[in-house]
C-alpha cells in the first residue's frame, strides 16, 4: 500500500510517517525543501499552491492523508490560503489521479466557526472535503501533545515555574501524537465511513484547564498553581508575544477568541467504533514522555 501526506515535516506528519514506515506502508510525502528519499518515504518536492506536485504526489496513492494546515497566521487571507485553498487544491490532485480514499485531518476548533478565523477555514475545508466525490472520513483532533510537539512547549516551560497561566475556565480534550497518527494510518487502510470523528484520549469529560496544567505539573515534578487569566488579560498576553516574538507569536488574539470558549472536549458520540481505534496512552504518561524529551533537546 502506498499513501500520499501532506504536512509531512510537521509534528503530525513526522510521526505518521514514522509509523507507516514501521507498518511497511510506502509513502509520498510532500516539502518545501529538496530531502533525500529513504526506505519506505519518496519525498515530492512542493507545497499546497502548488498543482503540478500534488499531483505528482497523489499519482500511485491509495489513499491520501491531509494533515497539512495554518494553525497560525496573521490574517485570514493567511488561513485561507493554507486550510481552504490548500485543502481544495489537494482535493483536485487526489481526483486528476485517481485517488478515491481521502483521510482529512480537521480540529475541533471547527465546531465553532464564528469564534476565529482558524476554525471558520477549518470548517470550509470540512465542506469542501464533504462535497468532493471522494471517499472521505474527517477526523477533528483536539489538542495534540507527545514528544517532538513545539506548540505546547510554552506550557511546560511556565509550569516549570510553579504556575500556569490558564483561559478563564473551560474544559478540553486531549490526545497524544502516536494515537492520532495510528488512527491516521488505520483510517487510510479502512472503507470510507463519510463521518467525522472526534477523539481523544479516554478521559470521560475531558480536562478542565486547571487539571491539565496541574498533569503538566506532575510531569515536571512540580506542584503547579493554575491561575484563570480573564480574556482582556489574554489579549494583552497576545499583543506582547507578538511583540517580542513577531510571527513566531504562540499566543495570537485569534488563539485567545477560541481558547475562551469552555467546551473543547470532544463529543463521545462522535469517537470512531472502538473496533477500528481507542486510545494506547494515558496523558499522564504521554506527558511524562514528552517533559522528558523536551529535557533530552535542551528545551527545558
Known sequence: MRIAVTGATGFVGTRLLALAREGGV??????????????????????????AALLRLATGA???????????????????AGNVEGTRNILSAARDAGVAR???????????????????????AE??????GLAWDMVRPPA?????????????R??????????????????HVDDLSRLLLTLAKAPAAHRIYEVDDGRAGGWSHAAFA???????????????LPRRLLNLGARVDSLVRGTGAKLTPDRVSYFCHPDWVADPLKRPPPDLWHPAIATPDGLAATA?????NGLL
Request: net charge negative; proline share 6%; no cysteine.
Open 62 to 80: 491509495d489513499a491520501v492523508v491531509h494533515v497539512a494546515g495554518v494553525v497560525n497566521a496573521p490574517d485570514r487571507a493567511g488561513f485561507v
Open 102 to 124: 481521502f483521510v482529512h485531518v480537521s480540529s475541533l476548533a471547527a465546531r465553532e466557526p464564528g469564534l476565529s478565523e482558524y476554525g471558520a477555514t477549518k470548517a470550509d
Open 127 to 132: 465542506g469542501l472535503v464533504e462535497g468532493s
Open 26 to 51: 510506502a509513502v509520498s510525502a510532500l516539502t518545501r525543501r529538496p530531502r533525500d528519499d529513504a526506505e519506505g518515504v519518496t519525498w515530492v518536492e512542493g507545497a499546497l499552491d502548488d498543482a
Open 292 to 296: 522528558a524529551w523536551y529535557r533530552a
Open 144 to 156: 495534540i501533545y507527545g514528544p517532538g510537539d513545539r506548540e505546547m512547549l510554552d506550557l511546560f
Open 158 to 175: 511556565i509550569a516549570r515555574l510553579g504556575v500556569a497561566l490558564l483561559p478563564p475556565g473551560g474544559r478540553m480534550s486531549a490526545i
Open 214 to 228: 496541574r498533569a503538566i505539573g506532575d510531569a515536571l515534578g512540580k506542584r503547579v498553581r493554575p491561575i484563570a
